[in-house]
């Protein structure tokens, strides 16, 4: 994704078919076999989603333990992949600090899991 000129502008439509909800991160664990450091993170929607795994590159600011209780925001709808010996079935959200590693986009305070992003 090229981050220097502005993206194309999109519809508010297109923008609502991303279903992003807050969840808690339940389990979180290295993932050995990955080229680049990652977690695999369990995260908790509630009902009806219920939990769902995400490959995250987030080791630069996050240790397993610390993620363990903590709300995300994850896009929920998009089909899963595999990444490595991971089957990531939801896209867990961050943006690039001024160094690249990824901050995770987090609720401000506590909200319900499943929760939709608006």
């Keep these: 994704m090229d981050q220097t000129r502005p993206p194309d502008a999109v519809a508010i439509g297109d923008f609502l078919k991303l279903d992003v909800r807050a969840g808690t991160v339940v389990e979180a664990a290295p993932i050995p076999q990955a080229r680049r450091p990652a977690l695999r993170l369990v995260v908790d929607f509630g009902e009806p989603i219920g939990r769902r795994t995400s490959s995250a590159q987030v080791t630069a600011h996050y240790a397993p333990e610390t993620l363990i209780g903590r709300q995300v925001l994850c896009v929920v709808n998009l089909p899963p992949r595999q990444i490595g010996p991971v089957r990531s079935e939801v896209l867990t959200l961050g943006v690039p600090d ?20 608006y």
Aim: cysteine-free; aromatic content about 0%.
């Design 98 to 117: 001024a160094g690249g590693a990824v901050v995770l986009v987090v609720p401000e305070r506590p909200v319900p899991d499943g929760g939709r992003l």
